[in-house]
């Protein structure tokens, strides 16, 4: 048949240019085609970004990957480029600053981060495979289901992951872990930066996690009532009330949840660790897993007065929460210490906790993998 | 409990500011408290970007929003402003051209066409009911599904949009419709851009169409043992073989389809109308029912020798295919143009064949959309 125009142009994003000359490998998270960002064995980056009338380019990022803007170099061409000193491997959000302005970059797919679409580098690690997909094994569905709450007025998105089994065996019913993303992101992060869906049909396969739902949602609510929202404490009760009176009736009625408290788990990163922590420490009839990574660092943490008290009486404690874990990664230094300081408090007041530290990650997405590798196996097992 | 920076940020992020003095509304493609671009009711759209140091700064995008690049006003504060002529309601991309770097809007989410991540727009037809979400009807869940391609070698990931009642009745089967996206876009076109799940949501909820299976891959695929590809028949082939030998297979195991040629159909959009022509009409024994939207113009259209002579004895081709089905809209001439001039050609020699057409829209998604609330409820009705 005719070759069309339409169809050469899609050849040609599809299709790989020859590349002998260059060092290192293209990104797994480039768009198709794109040669750069490339990476080299010793986990150098190099970035190239095409702007022929620009005065000053810097490439900027997260800390893993760029510890302060770095300068590029612009070539005769108008291509700017620069290398980067080796990165610590995972998934780092980053950008461009043309002359001031802050710009993603077209070889990238871009990730909900820093309260917008932003471009994204994923850094294999070696050795780490609990967060690759495998084709020889079972997996589950991530499924998008969105809702209209009547708390907020607005359509809301929950992603949900039904385990590996759950198509055919009809009558088994699953537990189910809530988990929350951190600010400035969104309800996909889990699902994208995190690739929960991928760490569980792992640990599933491998026997290491009991099979089990995952529900991500948004942690942004607020009152329909409301027009301006700085309160925080009306918007902590947005959430509370959207998770409780709506997110997770709707899952225990759409999927085949066991739908009591010893089946049901909440956990969260950074501003989501804060919420877990309010929300699941308040409400111990509805979760008996709780879990914490890279919580902001928080002064005084009083065990007797805590989340209301919840922690004076530790024998009825420890008898009732099945799992109190936290986590934080050793470069993430405020986070990490905090967190340290009040797994200590607790553990010296007769709370059982559970510690996971990351060793070398900040406040970052293969922190959170890490933690949810180390989290998912403890769950559900009584 | 103590207030932290991390929930202020997000707070800032989730809330809304005060706008009593702006003219319209922020469009609801905004990222959460974005103001701009904004919609008045004579759908003219307002853009904004702060870049002050930049020379000069264009408006880009599709021509339902853009015919040509609109010069964008510079303020004291570096802000830069424009309002577009009333636009053509439904979904556009655009972007800036900031002294000559093609750049996003940070106020609004991109989506993946032309090749790379790029902001969209969404503004509302008043009237169009059909593809906005309802909350008191049952909706069916997309799902993302991913899977190692013996043929490529690569992951590929589908989206399968199972419809409500697949979750409580475990025995019941349904047929499948795959869809393809067009050139520069990916398999999240349609489940974004193109709101499928909520189209068929609606029209099933109405009785109008039959429940079924929606599946969206990838229309990119080449030969895991070629490099380059430059070679549109292998890369034809190998799309062809990913589709036939492993897409079909993998969703006739892992859901339950009715897994026959009377209850499978194909259609695409732009490149995809072309792939679905070329792969169904010459795989009857596949599909039976057959769509093309917006299919990418040809000249010398023979219907003696097209498609390996499959319209040569149309009384067979009738009793065989159950559809044959084309859309295009009348503001992309040469689309509607050579698609009218197929069908009718196509009539003439006694195949039966239906054409839509959407008034007023271009080669944009709001024709898509259209096409395929017109499409759907024609499928597997006998």
């Known amino acids: 048949m005719k ?84 990165a610590v491997p995972g998934f780092h959000y980053y950008w461009f600053t043309v002359d001031g302005l802050r710009v993603n970059d ?47 007025g607005q359509w809301r998105r929950a992603h949900v992951y039904t385990p590996p089994g759950y198509e055919s065996k009809t009558r088994t019913r699953y537990p189910v872990l809530y988990l929350l993303h951190g600010a ?25 996690a009991k099979p089990m739902i995952l529900v991500v949602d948004s942690g942004y609510a607020r009152f329909a009532s409301q027009t301006v929202d700085t309160n925080r404490s009306a918007a902590t009760a947005a959430f509370e009330t959207v998770m409780l009176e709506e997110l997770i009736p709707l899952i225990d009625a759409h999927y085949r ?17 804060g919420q877990t922590l309010n929300l699941a420490l308040r409400h111990l009839d509805r979760f008996a897993w709780i879990g914490g990574m890279s919580g902001p660092p928080r002064a005084g943490f009083d065990v007797n007065t805590a989340y ?36 200590e408090s607790l553990n010296r007041a007769g709370i059982k906790s559970v510690f996971y530290s990351s060793p070398g990650t900040d406040h970052e997405w293969q922190t959170w993998r890490r933690s949810l590798h180390d989290f998912a196996p403890r769950l559900f097992r009584d």
């Open 184 to 208: 400035g992101e969104n309800e996909r992060g889990w699902v994208e930066q995190g690739r929960a869906g991928t760490i569980l049909d792992n640990l599933i396969a491998e026997g290491k």
């Open 308 to 343: 209301d008290g919840v922690f004076r009486d530790p024998a009825a404690f420890n008898r009732k929460v099945r799992l109190l874990w936290f986590s934080a990664g050793t470069a993430e230094e405020r986070f990490h210490s905090s967190t340290v300081a009040i797994h």
């Open 3 to 86: 070759t069309t125009l339409l169809i050469l142009l899609a050849l040609t994003l599809a299709s790989a240019r020859p590349c002998a000359a260059l060092e290192g490998t293209p990104a797994p998270s480039n768009v198709s085609g794109a040669e750069y960002p490339r990476l080299t064995t010793d986990l150098r980056v190099t970035f190239q970004l095409k702007a022929s009338q620009a005065q000053q380019v810097l490439l900027e990022g997260g800390a893993g990957l760029v510890k302060a803007p770095l300068a590029m170099t612009r070539d005769e061409t108008g291509t700017w480029t620069v290398t980067t000193p080796p």
């Open 257 to 273: 949840t066991r739908a009591d408290r010893r089946h049901r788990a909440m956990a969260g990163l950074s501003m989501g660790s």
């Open 106 to 152: 077209p070889a990238s797919y871009a990730w909900f981060g820093w309260g917008r679409e932003t471009s994204g580098l994923e850094i294999p690690e070696e050795g780490s495979e609990f967060y690759t997909r495998r084709p020889n094994i079972p997996s589950g569905d991530v499924r998008e289901r969105w809702y209209l709450s009547k708390t907020t």
